[in-house]
Protein backbone atom coordinates (compact mmCIF):
# COMPACT_ATOMS: atom_id res chain seq x y z
CA UNK A 1 0.00 0.00 0.00
CA UNK A 2 1.12 3.58 -0.72
CA UNK A 3 0.14 6.88 0.98
CA UNK A 4 0.89 10.43 -0.51
CA UNK A 5 2.43 12.69 1.78
CA UNK A 6 1.45 16.78 1.68
CA UNK A 7 4.73 17.04 0.03
CA UNK A 8 4.15 15.03 -2.91
CA UNK A 9 6.36 12.07 -2.10
CA UNK A 10 5.42 8.40 -1.58
CA UNK A 11 6.86 6.35 0.90
CA UNK A 12 6.24 2.57 2.25
CA UNK A 13 4.47 2.03 5.83
CA UNK A 14 8.12 0.68 6.70
CA UNK A 15 9.63 4.31 5.54
CA UNK A 16 7.17 6.22 7.54
CA UNK A 17 6.87 4.16 11.00
CA UNK A 18 10.73 5.17 10.91
CA UNK A 19 9.89 8.55 9.80
CA UNK A 20 7.42 8.84 13.15
CA UNK A 21 10.17 7.43 15.87
CA UNK A 22 13.02 9.64 14.61
CA UNK A 23 10.80 12.84 15.37
CA UNK A 24 9.97 11.53 18.35
CA UNK A 25 13.08 10.75 19.74
CA UNK A 26 14.47 13.99 18.43
CA UNK A 27 11.24 15.61 20.61
CA UNK A 28 12.31 13.48 23.44
CA UNK A 29 15.84 14.46 23.58
CA UNK A 30 15.26 18.24 22.97
CA UNK A 31 12.26 18.00 26.11
CA UNK A 32 14.82 16.19 28.40
CA UNK A 33 17.34 18.52 28.57
CA UNK A 34 14.84 21.54 28.86
CA UNK A 35 13.92 20.28 31.96
CA UNK A 36 16.88 18.42 33.36
CA UNK A 37 17.64 20.60 36.41
CA UNK A 38 13.88 21.36 37.14
CA UNK A 39 13.31 17.30 36.54
CA UNK A 40 16.11 16.05 39.06
CA UNK A 41 15.41 15.23 42.70
CA UNK A 42 17.74 17.15 45.39
CA UNK A 43 20.80 16.26 45.13
CA UNK A 44 23.09 14.81 48.18
CA UNK A 45 25.91 15.75 45.94
CA UNK A 46 27.06 18.95 45.02
CA UNK A 47 25.99 20.14 41.38
CA UNK A 48 28.69 22.13 39.65
CA UNK A 49 27.59 24.30 36.83
CA UNK A 50 30.46 26.27 35.22
CA UNK A 51 30.66 29.34 32.31
CA UNK A 52 27.39 30.75 34.03
CA UNK A 53 25.91 33.61 33.03
CA UNK A 54 23.72 36.87 34.57
CA UNK A 55 20.86 37.09 32.73
CA UNK A 56 19.39 40.81 32.41
CA UNK A 57 15.92 40.76 34.46
CA UNK A 58 14.21 43.38 36.58
CA UNK A 59 13.69 40.87 39.62
CA UNK A 60 17.51 40.56 40.13
CA UNK A 61 18.86 41.61 43.36
CA UNK A 62 22.15 41.26 45.33
CA UNK A 63 21.42 37.74 46.74
CA UNK A 64 19.21 36.15 44.02
CA UNK A 65 19.15 36.74 39.95
CA UNK A 66 18.64 35.06 36.78
CA UNK A 67 21.29 32.74 35.24
CA UNK A 68 22.26 31.67 31.75
CA UNK A 69 24.27 27.83 31.87
CA UNK A 70 24.20 26.92 28.17
CA UNK A 71 20.68 27.42 26.64
CA UNK A 72 18.85 27.30 30.00
CA UNK A 73 17.88 29.63 32.42
CA UNK A 74 17.45 29.35 35.87
CA UNK A 75 17.04 31.50 38.97
CA UNK A 76 19.59 31.23 41.92
CA UNK A 77 19.53 32.43 45.61
CA UNK A 78 22.20 32.55 47.83
CA UNK A 79 22.86 30.21 51.00
CA UNK A 80 23.63 32.39 54.28
CA UNK A 81 23.19 35.69 53.12
CA UNK A 82 20.40 38.36 52.42
CA UNK A 83 21.06 41.38 50.53
CA UNK A 84 18.15 43.60 51.62
CA UNK A 85 15.42 44.77 49.67
CA UNK A 86 14.88 47.15 46.72
CA UNK A 87 11.72 48.46 46.67
CA UNK A 88 9.02 48.61 49.49
CA UNK A 89 7.01 45.49 48.19
CA UNK A 90 7.82 43.39 51.27
CA UNK A 91 7.27 45.82 54.03
CA UNK A 92 7.95 43.67 57.45
CA UNK A 93 11.20 41.97 55.77
CA UNK A 94 11.91 45.63 55.00
CA UNK A 95 11.80 46.19 58.90
CA UNK A 96 13.49 43.52 59.81
CA UNK A 97 16.48 43.95 57.54
CA UNK A 98 16.74 48.06 58.56
CA UNK A 99 16.64 46.89 62.24
CA UNK A 100 19.55 44.53 61.82
CA UNK A 101 21.68 46.92 60.16
CA UNK A 102 20.31 49.74 62.42
CA UNK A 103 19.27 52.00 59.70
CA UNK A 104 16.23 53.32 58.31
CA UNK A 105 13.89 51.40 56.16
CA UNK A 106 14.77 54.31 52.89
CA UNK A 107 18.16 53.45 53.87
CA UNK A 108 18.04 50.01 53.69
CA UNK A 109 16.46 49.78 50.22
CA UNK A 110 19.25 52.35 49.17
CA UNK A 111 21.84 49.44 50.38
CA UNK A 112 19.43 46.86 48.97
CA UNK A 113 20.11 48.79 45.34
CA UNK A 114 23.71 48.89 46.12
CA UNK A 115 23.74 45.22 46.78
CA UNK A 116 21.99 44.47 43.08
CA UNK A 117 24.60 46.78 41.40
CA UNK A 118 27.58 44.67 43.86
CA UNK A 119 26.36 41.76 42.55
CA UNK A 120 25.97 42.59 38.85
CA UNK A 121 29.15 43.95 38.94
CA UNK A 122 30.69 40.67 40.33
CA UNK A 123 28.82 38.48 37.64
CA UNK A 124 29.78 40.65 34.90
CA UNK A 125 32.39 37.69 34.07
CA UNK A 126 31.47 33.85 34.02
CA UNK A 127 30.92 32.36 37.22
CA UNK A 128 30.27 28.97 38.74
CA UNK A 129 27.22 27.32 40.28
CA UNK A 130 27.47 24.74 43.24
CA UNK A 131 23.87 23.64 44.24
CA UNK A 132 21.87 20.89 45.87
CA UNK A 133 19.10 21.97 43.64
CA UNK A 134 17.20 22.80 46.78
CA UNK A 135 14.13 24.93 46.54
CA UNK A 136 14.25 28.32 47.02
CA UNK A 137 10.48 29.17 47.38
CA UNK A 138 10.69 32.17 44.75
CA UNK A 139 7.80 34.30 43.18
CA UNK A 140 8.67 33.48 39.87
CA UNK A 141 7.21 30.94 37.54
CA UNK A 142 10.73 29.94 36.97
CA UNK A 143 11.67 27.48 39.74
CA UNK A 144 14.27 28.81 42.32
CA UNK A 145 17.33 27.11 43.89
CA UNK A 146 19.65 28.12 46.57
CA UNK A 147 23.51 28.08 45.36
CA UNK A 148 27.06 29.29 46.79
CA UNK A 149 28.39 31.21 44.01
CA UNK A 150 32.19 31.60 43.08
CA UNK A 151 33.14 34.68 41.03
CA UNK A 152 36.82 34.99 40.05
CA UNK A 153 38.12 36.47 43.42
CA UNK A 154 35.82 33.95 45.30
CA UNK A 155 32.84 33.60 47.13
CA UNK A 156 30.19 35.94 46.44
CA UNK A 157 28.07 35.98 49.27
CA UNK A 158 31.10 36.04 51.44
CA UNK A 159 31.94 39.66 49.58
CA UNK A 160 28.56 40.90 49.98
CA UNK A 161 29.02 40.77 53.70
CA UNK A 162 32.45 42.17 53.70
CA UNK A 163 31.50 44.84 51.94
CA UNK A 164 28.26 45.71 54.11
CA UNK A 165 25.93 44.96 51.67
CA UNK A 166 24.01 42.00 53.31
CA UNK A 167 23.47 40.21 56.70
CA UNK A 168 24.16 36.59 57.86
CA UNK A 169 20.36 35.20 57.35
CA UNK A 170 19.09 32.46 55.82
CA UNK A 171 19.33 28.89 54.90
CA UNK A 172 22.17 27.08 55.70
CA UNK A 173 24.43 24.57 53.92
CA UNK A 174 27.54 22.52 54.73
CA UNK A 175 30.08 24.34 51.68
CA UNK A 176 31.66 21.97 49.10
CA UNK A 177 34.71 20.19 50.76
CA UNK A 178 33.54 21.03 53.75
CA UNK A 179 32.25 19.03 56.80
CA UNK A 180 30.08 22.14 59.16
CA UNK A 181 28.19 25.09 58.18
CA UNK A 182 29.50 26.31 61.46
CA UNK A 183 33.02 27.42 59.73
CA UNK A 184 31.40 29.19 56.81
CA UNK A 185 29.32 31.14 59.22
CA UNK A 186 32.31 31.74 61.66
CA UNK A 187 34.17 33.24 58.53
CA UNK A 188 30.97 35.35 57.37
CA UNK A 189 30.75 36.61 60.95
CA UNK A 190 34.43 37.98 60.79
CA UNK A 191 33.98 39.76 57.39
CA UNK A 192 31.03 41.49 59.06
CA UNK A 193 33.20 42.46 61.86
CA UNK A 194 35.52 43.86 59.63
CA UNK A 195 33.21 45.45 57.67
CA UNK A 196 31.12 47.50 60.80
CA UNK A 197 34.89 48.32 61.97
CA UNK A 198 35.76 50.51 58.21
CA UNK A 199 32.27 51.55 58.72
CA UNK A 200 30.82 50.55 54.80
CA UNK A 201 28.15 49.48 53.23
CA UNK A 202 25.18 49.04 55.32
CA UNK A 203 27.55 49.77 58.54
CA UNK A 204 28.63 53.09 56.87
CA UNK A 205 25.19 54.54 55.30
CA UNK A 206 25.16 57.40 57.81
CA UNK A 207 28.25 58.42 57.00
CA UNK A 208 27.45 58.47 53.07
CA UNK A 209 30.11 55.52 52.83
CA UNK A 210 26.95 52.94 51.47
CA UNK A 211 28.83 52.59 48.21
CA UNK A 212 32.63 52.39 49.84
CA UNK A 213 34.38 49.47 48.89
CA UNK A 214 36.82 47.83 51.26
CA UNK A 215 40.64 48.12 50.40
CA UNK A 216 42.09 45.80 52.64
CA UNK A 217 43.01 42.51 51.07
CA UNK A 218 40.89 39.48 51.86
CA UNK A 219 40.96 36.11 51.00
CA UNK A 220 37.64 34.46 50.00
CA UNK A 221 37.01 31.06 49.95
CA UNK A 222 37.44 29.13 46.68
CA UNK A 223 34.68 25.75 47.83
CA UNK A 224 35.33 22.46 46.71
CA UNK A 225 39.18 23.70 45.97
CA UNK A 226 42.04 22.35 48.79
CA UNK A 227 43.77 25.93 47.64
CA UNK A 228 41.62 28.55 49.27
CA UNK A 229 43.90 31.62 47.85
CA UNK A 230 42.18 34.20 45.03
CA UNK A 231 44.04 32.52 42.22
CA UNK A 232 41.95 32.02 39.64
CA UNK A 233 40.08 28.57 39.78
CA UNK A 234 40.56 25.94 37.48
CA UNK A 235 38.22 24.78 34.95
CA UNK A 236 35.61 22.09 36.18
CA UNK A 237 35.28 19.09 33.86
CA UNK A 238 31.62 19.27 32.99
CA UNK A 239 28.99 21.46 33.62
CA UNK A 240 27.42 18.45 35.56
CA UNK A 241 30.36 17.62 37.42
CA UNK A 242 30.15 16.66 40.84
CA UNK A 243 32.08 17.52 44.37
CA UNK A 244 31.56 15.65 46.86
CA UNK A 245 32.71 16.64 50.60
CA UNK A 246 35.56 15.33 52.36
CA UNK A 247 34.97 12.88 54.21
CA UNK A 248 32.04 11.53 52.02
CA UNK A 249 30.33 9.48 54.73
CA UNK A 250 29.87 13.01 56.98
CA UNK A 251 28.16 15.10 53.44
CA UNK A 252 25.17 16.28 54.34
CA UNK A 253 23.05 18.81 51.70
CA UNK A 254 22.63 21.10 54.62
CA UNK A 255 24.09 21.27 58.78
CA UNK A 256 21.22 19.14 60.41
CA UNK A 257 20.27 21.29 64.02
CA UNK A 258 20.97 20.01 67.18
CA UNK A 259 17.51 19.39 68.91
CA UNK A 260 16.68 21.38 71.65
CA UNK A 261 13.54 22.09 73.80
CA UNK A 262 10.71 24.57 72.87
CA UNK A 263 10.18 27.35 74.87
CA UNK A 264 6.76 27.37 75.70
CA UNK A 265 4.40 30.35 73.30
CA UNK A 266 1.14 31.47 74.09
CA UNK A 267 -1.85 30.49 71.04
CA UNK A 268 -2.35 33.59 68.89
CA UNK A 269 0.45 35.58 69.58
CA UNK A 270 2.73 35.40 66.42
CA UNK A 271 2.87 37.62 63.15
CA UNK A 272 3.62 35.26 60.57
CA UNK A 273 4.99 37.99 58.48
CA UNK A 274 7.34 39.96 61.27
CA UNK A 275 8.60 36.89 63.35
CA UNK A 276 12.25 36.32 63.66
CA UNK A 277 13.59 32.72 63.33
CA UNK A 278 13.92 32.46 66.61
CA UNK A 279 10.31 33.14 67.39
CA UNK A 280 9.17 30.55 64.31
CA UNK A 281 11.57 27.58 65.75
CA UNK A 282 10.15 27.50 69.21
CA UNK A 283 6.73 26.18 67.46
CA UNK A 284 6.26 22.69 67.49
CA UNK A 285 7.31 20.66 64.48
CA UNK A 286 9.56 23.72 63.36
CA UNK A 287 12.77 23.52 62.98
CA UNK A 288 15.71 26.27 61.42
CA UNK A 289 15.23 24.72 58.04
CA UNK A 290 11.27 25.35 57.72
CA UNK A 291 11.80 28.27 59.62
CA UNK A 292 13.76 29.51 56.87
CA UNK A 293 11.30 28.61 54.29
CA UNK A 294 8.74 30.50 56.07
CA UNK A 295 10.47 33.67 56.53
CA UNK A 296 11.06 33.12 52.51
CA UNK A 297 8.00 33.09 51.73
CA UNK A 298 6.91 36.19 52.87
CA UNK A 299 4.60 38.59 52.75
CA UNK A 300 1.62 36.24 53.69
CA UNK A 301 -1.57 37.66 53.54
CA UNK A 302 -2.47 35.79 56.77
CA UNK A 303 -1.26 32.94 58.39
CA UNK A 304 -3.65 30.92 56.28
CA UNK A 305 -1.53 31.09 53.52
CA UNK A 306 1.20 28.78 55.87
CA UNK A 307 -0.06 26.03 53.40
CA UNK A 308 1.68 27.09 50.23
CA UNK A 309 5.18 26.47 52.30
CA UNK A 310 7.15 23.37 51.05
CA UNK A 311 6.94 20.41 53.84
CA UNK A 312 3.57 22.02 55.76
CA UNK A 313 1.11 19.35 55.37
CA UNK A 314 -2.75 19.53 56.86
CA UNK A 315 -1.18 17.48 59.55
CA UNK A 316 1.82 20.15 60.61
CA UNK A 317 -0.50 23.73 59.48
CA UNK A 318 -3.25 21.87 61.99
CA UNK A 319 -0.51 21.57 65.05
CA UNK A 320 1.27 25.60 64.30
CA UNK A 321 -2.00 27.40 62.96
CA UNK A 322 -3.23 28.35 66.44
CA UNK A 323 0.00 30.04 67.40
CA UNK A 324 -0.25 32.97 65.31
CA UNK A 325 -2.30 36.12 64.24
Known amino acids: MWRRFSTGEFATPRIETLRRAVVITVFAVVWIEAVELCARPESK ?18 DSFHVSVGPNEYIFRLYMVDAPET ?18 VPQA ?14 L ?11 DAMGQSKLERF ?7 EGDLGEQLIRNGLARIYGFKAVPPGSISSRVELAKLQQLEDEAKEEKIGAWGVNAGRVNVRTQKPTVFNFFGQENRTPA ?14 TPPARSTPREEQKSHPKEKTPLGRIDINTATEKELTTLPGIGHVMAARI ?27 PYFQ
Open 87 to 104: DEMTPARLVEQAKYFGIT
Open 146 to 152: YAFVQTK
Open 45 to 62: DWIVLNNCRQIANPANDG
Open 232 to 245: RPAPLMSPFARVSA
Open 109 to 122: IEVGRAATAFTREK
Open 124 to 134: SEAFTVFTHLS
Open 295 to 321: IAARPFRSADDLKRVNGIGDKKYAQIR
